[in-house]
């Protein structure tokens, strides 16, 4: 292998050795930085000679010529004693650090490093300081000798660290006579060993003083970050998180990502259950993102394994990659801290099993919260399991706690013939549900899993839901059969437009005919009524609706009661088509209306603006928030327009105005209308790739 093969290779390995260290995989990183220095070391006179060349360093170091190394050398021993530490693994730190100090011997990071493992890996404050003292001094002759200056930032860290540790030393004169006995063996061999056991402090530390209940009160309020650090100040301060480890949990995240870091977190909860056998761990969040789908059923198994029975687990959030939920919902059944648990967020591959939701929701009799999202097909899609292992999902107290259920799907069929992720309603009712989101699935063929199964049910999202009944279907249903819930929220978005006369043609005609005939009929458009009486939001963006059959939904709400309405991306919405009249008898309805988005509207120009809100726009609506996006023929005179004559006319000023991907508007024009104050607020955002965001995971990870 010639030198820049080499050279490209020692890079590579380094690299990879930093991936590894920054996702917790410290052996595997030590791996990579010995064969590192492996590579540097084989280099011969001559090659290391034209390197230095290269990186812009003389043939022969000047205060040291009878010895050559590579140039990226230090930096690899630097990286490797780090590593070292991270594994505990402090005498093979010090001795990289050491042999870094050897080579170079005026450069402060090499004591930066000896000193961290001294004062933070083996708690040896005094030990520290001597190496502190020394890289500092030898800095200074360097830069007074060859000219070479430490980095400012060292320089600043390294003086901190000496102020820092220096009152607790005894006296000066203590220091003075220990620091004599010391400095000598630094200059000869860095060969610092502790011959007794520092004197005490005359500071007295705060945790001998204040009661436990404080300090965990106060350590609380700390970071993650704050949290490590004050956990190597001293064995003491040690000691106090493992007697009260919960001061790391209880109002915190727990992120995992690797096998290292859960054996560790292992490790830790051992220790702690050797000294308290029976203490219980109180995790607010518990999140696991995976970084690789390699062994990643094994490491969730260890993660679940971790806790015990008594353990209080309040909220569990899971990505994955290649964990399939009935893997998830093994893990679950077999390990009994998961019935503390109130929140669950799960990412996983789909495997066809029935019932999978209702089974999990049983074995979490808790739970308030479910988000379940599919990714991608389990290679085993058909899974048989035997449902008596999770026990009676429809026993009384099944459900009880649930309030909020999502069901997403991210997986897009690609044929009209391929099977797709079915969802079959509940197999009991959920009284105390409030929200439910079902988006990218199949439903049945008809609702009435709707009808009495939520009777306190206020938001109901039903979007992109393939080979599955259309809005009409849902307007026919809810226009014969008596809702057991009040709906304020209601979102419909059809995975597939059809055309007008063959999605509502049947619910069309049954209301056409209630409204011209006998009781009978009359009673259904009572029925309807009821079930729209409590909406305030409505969402019918990518759906096939169109203004004859919004005209009777809004008709049938309760005037004065809708506050939100979304129409964006319904290609049966012509709104170029829309006269004056029709556009007002829509805005009678919307008295109150506060929110209005119409993205993605089929020819919205400046004509269609005058026709649908200009004109109709009086004092009694009080429109606060429109949303304009994706409309590629609106131009900025249009946006002028609109807002200086709701401002001039009606006096009123948009809360917001948000035009994302609008490219014909100047961004000049949207700086104007805000300056003039016709608008608090404007978004425009032109590289926005699409409106609708559809199944994000809620927890951000």
Request: positive net charge.
């Amino acid at each position: 292998m010639n030198k820049d093969s080499t050279d490209n290779v020692i890079t590579k390995v380094i690299d990879v050795g930093k991936k590894f260290y920054k996702v917790g995989e410290y052996r595997k990183a030590c791996k990579m930085f010995d064969k590192a220095v492996m590579l540097a070391e084989s280099y011969t006179e001559d090659q290391l000679e034209k390197l230095r060349l290269e990186f812009g360093l003389s043939k022969r170091c000047p205060y040291n010529k009878n010895t050559l190394w590579h140039p990226q050398l230090c930096q690899i021993l630097d990286n490797r004693a780090l590593t070292h530490e991270k594994l505990c693994n402090f005498e093979k730190s010090l001795n990289d650090a050491k042999t870094m100090i050897e080579l170079e011997p005026y450069n402060l990071k090499s004591y930066i490093r000896y000193g961290k493992t001294y004062q933070f890996g083996m708690n040896k404050c005094r030990e520290a300081y001597l190496c502190y003292s020394k890289g500092l001094k030898m800095a200074q002759l360097g830069k007074k000798k060859y000219d070479i200056c430490p980095a400012e930032k060292h320089m600043r860290w390294i003086k901190a660290q000496i102020n820092f540790i220096k009152p607790s030393l005894k006296n000066n004169k203590e220091t003075n006579n220990t620091a004599s006995n010391y400095k000598k063996r630094i200059s000869e061999d860095m060969s610092i060993n502790r011959t007794k056991k520092p004197k005490q402090s005359m500071v007295q530390d705060f945790i001998d003083i204040l009661p436990n209940e404080l300090l965990c009160k106060i350590f609380q309020n700390l970071d993650n970050r704050d949290l490590t650090n004050c956990m190597v100040v001293n064995s003491k301060w040690n000691r106090l998180f493992y007697f009260f480890p919960n001061i790391l949990f209880s109002k915190k995240s727990l992120n995992l990502k690797s096998t290292t870091q859960i054996r560790n977190l292992n490790s830790f909860i051992n220790k702690c259950r050797t000294i308290q056998p029976r203490v219980i761990l109180n995790i607010n969040q518990l999140n696991f993102k995976s970084v690789t789908a390699v062994n990643e059923a094994k490491t969730l198994a260890l993660l679940f394994k971790t806790f015990k029975k008594y353990d209080v687990i309040k909220q569990l959030i899971l990505n994955t990659f290649g964990v399939s939920n009935v893997m998830l919902l093994e893990f679950i059944r077999d390990n009994e801290w998961s019935e503390n648990l109130q929140k669950i967020s799960i990412i996983c591959q789909y495997a066809s099993i029935s019932n999978f939701e209702w089974l999990l929701l049983g074995l979490c009799p808790h739970l308030k919260d479910a988000e379940i999202i599919y990714q991608s097909f389990s290679s085993n899609r058909t899974i048989k399991i035997d449902e008596r292992l999770y026990g009676s999902f429809t026993s009384n107290k099944s459900f009880e706690s649930l309030e909020t259920l999502k069901i997403i799907s991210l997986i897009t069929p690609q044929t009209s013939t391929e099977k797709f992720i079915t969802w079959n309603g509940p197999p009991k009712s959920c009284k105390n549900l409030q929200t439910l989101i079902v988006a990218g699935v199949s439903l049945p063929k008809s609702f009435h899993w709707l009808h009495n199964s939520f009777p306190n049910l206020k938001t109901l999202h039903l979007e992109k839901n393939y080979n599955s009944p259309t809005l009409g279907d849902f307007l026919g249903f809810i226009f014969n059969n008596k809702l057991s819930c009040s709906l304020v929220k209601l979102t419909f978005r059809e995975s597939k437009i059809n055309r007008p006369n063959v999605v509502f043609s049947n619910f069309q005609q049954q209301y056409t005919r209630a409204s011209s005939e006998s009781n009978d009929f009359q009673a259904s458009i009572k029925i309807f009524k009821k079930n729209l009486s409590h909406l305030k939001y409505l969402d019918f963006y990518s759906s096939s609706i169109t203004f004859d059959i919004l005209l009777i939904v809004l008709k049938n709400l309760k005037t004065g009661k809708l506050q939100n309405l979304n129409l964006g991306d319904c290609p049966n919405l012509l709104f170029n088509t829309l006269d004056y009249s029709a556009s007002k008898e829509i805005w009678d309805l919307l008295p109150n209306l506060e929110r209005l988005y119409l993205p993605k509207i089929l020819g919205l120009s400046k004509r269609t603006l005058e026709n649908f809100l200009i004109r109709n726009l009086h004092n009694k609506n009080r429109i606060k928030i429109l949303d304009l996006s994706f409309n590629p023929e609106l131009k900025g005179a249009d946006v002028w327009s609109l807002s200086t004559t709701l401002f001039n006319n009606y006096n009123i000023i948009l809360d917001k105005l948000i035009l994302n991907n609008c490219e014909s508007i100047d961004p000049n024009t949207l700086t104007l209308i805000k300056t003039k104050g016709l608008v608090k607020e404007i978004e425009s955002n032109y590289a926005r790739a699409k409106w609708n965001v559809f199944g994000v995971n809620s927890y951000v990870l």
